[in-house]
């Protein structure tokens, strides 16, 4: 890393809100530029990351949260010479599955005919960590950030999630050190697929984050973020 601050780039999920990295942004401040993107409005991943990439300037640390780790991949895709590090976290890397377009889709039809509040209960179910569900104040929390977006918006995220470019041969391309980061109780993008990911990338560490489903940044910040912290240090990414 060159003397100059760095920027961190901050890319939220489907459903989510740059609330995602609320408990990132302040430590994260000190060391450099913050630049917590709004995916809110996309329709395709690479049009995201250029859009992305357009907007942020100087060396750039890209921490990406599910559908947001898809959106960093492009983003070194497109302009690796930039991306001096990634933190991935709850994420994957194929492309569309058996049977998962349709699936997608019955859940845009849900939201379109009953606004995304007919689908918050069941979509953060499966998102999250058994105790999670006992956290009230979490749980509100999450519920108000998924229904700050509206049927629009979460149809065009997830046209840009079936459109999806499958990132397999860009991962043995990837020339910047690389985190992977998933909750031991992600059903959703489960830590082996991370082992998975990390053992395809040339300079890659895989960190588990105890009892923490797929929502990790929420359920587990101090932990994730004292992993982050100590894998810069250790890197030299930061002073």
Not at 129 to 148: E, G, I, N, W
Request: aromatic content about 4%.
């Amino acid at each position: 890393m060159s003397n100059t601050r760095p920027t961190f780039v901050l890319l939220h999920g489907l459903l989510c809100d740059a609330d995602t990295w609320a408990d990132f942004i302040g430590t994260l401040s000190r060391l450099g530029h913050v630049l917590a993107a709004n995916l809110s409005g996309i329709g395709a991943l690479p049009d995201a990351a250029r859009d992305v990439l357009a907007r942020a300037s100087g060396p750039l640390i890209v921490l990406g949260h599910s559908m947001g780790g898809r959106v960093a991949l492009e983003m070194v895709r497109q302009a690796p010479a930039r991306c001096h590090a990634l933190v991935l976290m709850n994420t994957g890397y194929q492309g569309l599955g058996e049977s998962e377009a349709e699936k997608r889709m019955a859940l845009v039809r849900a939201a379109r005919a009953g606004g995304v509040q007919a689908i918050v209960e069941d979509w953060l179910d499966g998102m999250i960590a058994h105790r999670t569900r006992s956290d009230a104040t979490l749980m509100a929390r999450m519920r108000a950030m998924v229904l700050r977006s509206t049927p629009e918006s979460f149809a065009g995220q997830i046209q840009a999630l079936i459109e999806r470019p499958d990132a397999t041969d860009l991962l043995g391309r990837i020339a910047c050190p690389v985190l992977f980061m998933s909750g031991t109780e992600d059903r959703w993008s489960p830590l082996d697929r991370h082992a998975d990911m990390a053992s395809r990338v040339p300079d890659a560490v895989l960190e588990a984050v105890e009892g923490a489903g797929h929502m990790a940044p929420f359920e587990a910040p101090e932990a994730c973020l004292s992993v982050i912290m100590d894998w810069l240090a250790r890197r030299g990414l930061v002073a």
